[in-house]
């Protein structure tokens, strides 16, 4: 997989405002934040989306990031957050390298933090069923 701007920031290469680092994961700040204390946590194995990380540093992101999600809390006093993770260029994605943003929400703030547009459709009982059978089914 092509190097990207968070192989570098992991390295130590191109610096960053660092918050955390174990032995398969690293959170830094956003440079560019939605709110204050907008944290990315990363793997450090260079898989592109989600879909393309191992096992082993999947469980470590989830093992810490509900951590990593009260200590930005904790430090921003935010008064509530989006984890929001992005997967191909379609999806917003800009840097391919797995990564959770960590947005915080202020009371009063209706501006800053994520905004989201959420079309919800309705769901077919029959197509969801044949659906959830075929994904079921796809499950590795
Ligand atoms: P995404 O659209 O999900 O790929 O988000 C990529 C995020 O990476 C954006 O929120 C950028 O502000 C952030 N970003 C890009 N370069 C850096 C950097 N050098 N240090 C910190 N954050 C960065």
Not at 56 to 62: V, Y
Request: charged share 20%; hydrophobic share 45%.
């Amino acid at each position: 997989m092509a190097d990207t701007i968070f192989s570098k920031i992991i390295r130590g290469e191109i610096p960053c405002h660092k918050v955390y680092e174990d032995a398969h994961v690293f959170a830094f700040l956003d440079i560019g934040p939605l709110s204050r204390g907008h944290t990315l946590v990363i793997p450090k194995e260079a898989a592109a989306t989600l879909d393309q990380l191992s096992d082993e540093s999947s469980s470590a992101l989830g093992r810490v990031l509900p951590r990593l999600c009260r200590a930005v809390m904790k430090a921003s006093g935010a008064d509530a957050y989006n984890v929001l993770q992005n997967n191909g260029a379609l999806a917003h994605q800009a840097v391919f390298h797995v990564h959770f943003h960590i947005i915080p929400k202020f009371e009063g703030q209706p501006e800053s933090g994520l905004g989201i547009r959420w079309l919800a459709g309705k769901l077919d009982a029959a197509e969801g069923k044949q659906l959830a059978a075929q994904i079921a089914a796809a499950i590795g």
